[in-house]
T-cell receptor, first 117, second 114 residues
Framework: GAVVSQHPSWVICKSGTSVKIECRSLDFQATTMFWYRQFPKQSLMLMATSNEGSKATYEQGVEKDKFLINHASLTLSTLTVTSAHPEDSSFYIC?????????????FGQGTRLTVV | AQSVTQPDIHITVSEGASLELRCNYSYGATPYLFWYVQSPGQGLQLLLKYFSGDTLVQGIKGFEAEFKRSQSSFNLRKPSVHWSDAAEYFCAVGPNQAGTALIFGKGTTLSVSS
């Protein structure tokens, strides 16, 4: 079945540094990918919609200058957390649906646990 | 407004007992419904989905769900729970468009007692 690969699965960084998270659709094309943030014991909060070849669409309250999204190809979207702070520590998950197939579910990456120290 | 409600935050079921997780949705258009499961520190795995047709859908791991339009519900069931089913379960709704994100409920934590 379709697979979304997310890398890294966990990362620890120092405050003030930037961290890049990659999300790849391995066997399908995704003109749109989605980035979620999940706090402990909570649901997924949609942060932004990544659009191939154009600017991402951010949800209300999400700082676009802090969470930079690039969707340079039909199979790759990246989320860069810039000038990270401890409050950015969280579980980040990407998702994608096959752009060429109807009646398809959303596939999820395995998530990235970000810890900012 | 479009939303998904999972009324039960936490459910504990004895191993071998039956399970029902509730999901209610509010959606303006034809809903496409999903149940996902998440193990700790992992991404989400699709259990089953409903797009159209038979309102009782079968999924993986012995799960099934029934779509009831009149009740705006899509409850997840399993006749006999295994200890490995302990996880977080999310109900989601969305359009049949790849470019639109799904709307998730807050999730239900399932614990299985021996």
């Amino acid at each position: 079945g379709a697979v979304v690969s997310q890398h890294p699965s966990w990362v620890i960084c120092k405050s003030g540094t930037s961290v890049k998270i990659e999300c790849r659709s391995l066997d399908f094309q995704a003109t749109t990918m989605f980035w979620y943030r999940q706090f402990p014991k909570q649901s997924l909060m949609l942060m932004a919609t990544s659009n191939e070849g154009s600017k991402a669409t951010y949800e209300q309250g999400v700082e676009k200058d802090k969470f930079l999204i690039n969707h340079a190809s039909l199979t790759l979207s990246t989320l860069t957390v810039t000038s990270a702070h401890p409050e950015d520590s969280s579980f980040y998950i990407c998702s994608a649906r096959d752009s060429m197939t109807v009646n398809t579910e959303a596939f999820f990456g395995q998530g990235t646990r970000l810890t900012v120290v | 407004a479009q939303s998904v409600t999972q009324p039960d935050i936490h459910i504990t079921v004895s191993e071998g007992a039956s399970l029902e997780l509730r999901c209610n949705y509010s959606y303006g258009a034809t809903p496409y419904l999903f149940w996902y499961v998440q193990s700790p520190g992992q991404g989400l795995q699709l259990l089953l989905k409903y797009f159209s047709g038979d309102t009782l859908v079968q999924g993986i791991k012995g799960f099934e769900a029934e779509f009831k339009r009149s009740q705006s519900s899509f409850n997840l069931r399993k006749p006999s729970v295994h200890w490995s089913d302990a996880a977080e379960y999310f109900c989601a709704v969305g359009p049949n468009q790849a470019g639109t994100a799904l709307i998730f409920g807050k999730g239900t934590t399932l614990s299985v007692s021996s």
